[in-house]
């Protein structure tokens, strides 16, 4: 599958919002379209990418997991999840998900620079196409516990609204006992911030990316189905075990993602 230049990619697009390199002039413009009415969309971007961080470090360092599963890996503009997990234990097992050629090429890279790490192109929204792949198989015992990582992936499903739920239900259907699973979504925060969530939600899904779905807390919840959450629960990705106090205001943004972590009994 090659490249479509022509063609906006969700990968690339958070790659722009992130200030990263490897975007083309589409995503870029789909970028800014958004960022002209929703200027504050940039920094779900950033919320994103910093829980991804936060739970990779907490889940390499107090659960004992050495296996991790990302769906949706998207682009290394920042810190990958190899990177943060394999500082802790250096053996840490990673495999990445995603169907993006220029997200498959950094693959090849990820490849020569460490045999721990991989890059398999699969239908996130396929846990039977991710789980019975060959490569997936190799590099993970899908019999212990692992890491199954779906940060900033679901509200770009595309397709009836109890989707997700069914999609993670699958999946949790096949975790082993003990595994960990971590969750970002958007949020429409159901306060005076729900028209700022609408509004962004209407210009990624009317934007040539196509997809950028708010769910409110209660539906992000149902994400997790009846997996054991970790404290503090289901919560504004800000308020996620942050390194340290707030010194400044959430900005609007911060109001519209949340997430968590939960545990397979």
């Known amino acids: 599958m090659g490249v479509d ?9 958070y790659d722009a919002f992130l200030g990263g390199k490897d975007n083309y002039e589409i995503d870029r413009k789909v970028r ?3 960022l002209a009415e929703a200027p504050y969309a940039r920094h779900l971007a950033y919320e994103n990418r910093d829980f991804l961080i936060r739970a990779c470090r907490f889940l390499a360092q107090q659960t004992g ?9 998207g682009l290394p503009t920042a810190e990958n999840t190899h ?9 840490t097992r990673v495999v990445y998900i995603d169907n993006d050629p220029v997200v498959m090429a950094h693959g090849r890279a990820l490849l020569e620079e460490n045999d721990d790490t991989t890059l398999v192109s699969a239908d996130i929204f396929d846990p039977s196409a991710v789980l019975d792949n060959e490569t997936v198989r190799k590099h993970l015992d899908l019999d212990q516990p692992y890491a199954l990582l779906h940060v900033g992936t679901l509200h770009h499903y595309e397709g009836p609204a109890d989707g997700p739920a069914e999609i993670m239900r699958e999946y949790y259907d096949r975790l082993p006992s003990g595994s960990f699973v971590a969750i970002s979504h958007f949020m429409d925060p159901e306060n005076e911030y729900t028209a700022m969530a609408r509004k ?7 934007s040539p990316m196509g997809s950028g779905t708010f769910r409110t807390l209660d539906e992000i ?7 054991e959450l970790v404290e503090p629960g289901v919560i504004r990705l800000a308020d996620w075990w942050q390194d340290g ?4 205001p959430l900005n609007g ?11 397979k009994p």
């Open 200 to 206: 962004a939600e209407e210009k990624f899904r009317h």
């Open 32 to 34: 800014d379209g958004v």
């Open 245 to 248: 106090p707030r010194l400044t």
């Open 221 to 227: 919840r149902t994400l997790f189905g009846d997996l």
């Open 253 to 263: 943004a911060q109001h519209c993602i949340a997430g968590g972590v939960a545990r």
């Open 5 to 13: 230049p022509t063609r906006a990619s969700i990968a690339r697009v």
């Open 83 to 91: 990177q943060v997990v394999q500082r802790v234990h250096p053996d």
């Open 65 to 73: 997991i050495r296996q991790f599963l990302d769906c949706g890996s």
